[in-house]
């Protein structure tokens, strides 16, 4: 969420705080949220296969031209882009660095839970 009026106060010092009672928070648009989140799957996706990725966002004087470049329909705006593609190190030294964080991620059954907390994803629901 971003603050608009982030000075509130009635001589508006121009100080950044929010002096008195009055705050007004802004949500973003939640379909940002959902780019956002489907935007991380696709990177971790990307970084779990071996591959490099990068998202990066869309100036919005670039927008046009993305479009074009893209083929990006009029009635969806590009927020931003996601590069995938191979590292240039040598695939050793990634695959052993996957390997490794591979190795430091807890059990499946220690982070997912069906329904509740105390039941693994393991276990089939009852």
């Known amino acids: 969420m971003r603050h608009q009026g982030r000075c509130c106060c009635p001589r508006r ?3 950044g705080r929010l ?7 802004v949500a973003a648009p939640y379909w940002d949220i959902d780019t956002g ?14 591959l490099a990725a990068c998202f990066f966002d869309i100036p919005a004087d670039r927008i046009e031209s993305f479009r074009s470049a893209f083929a990006v329909p009029p009635q969806f705006t590009p927020i931003g882009a996601i590069s ?18 591979r190795a430091m991620r807890k059990p499946l059954a220690q982070t997912v839970h069906r329904g509740r907390w105390n039941l693994p994803v393991t276990e089939p629901p009852s």
Request: glycine share 12%; charged share 25%; proline share 5%.
């Open 13 to 15: 010092h121009g100080c």
């Open 19 to 25: 002096h008195g009672p009055v705050r007004r928070v």
């Open 37 to 50: 989140f489907a935007a991380l799957l696709m990177w971790l996706t990307a970084a779990d296969a071996g």
């Open 84 to 101: 995938i593609g191979y590292d240039d190190e040598p695939s050793a030294k990634v695959g052993a660095t996957r390997e490794r964080v």
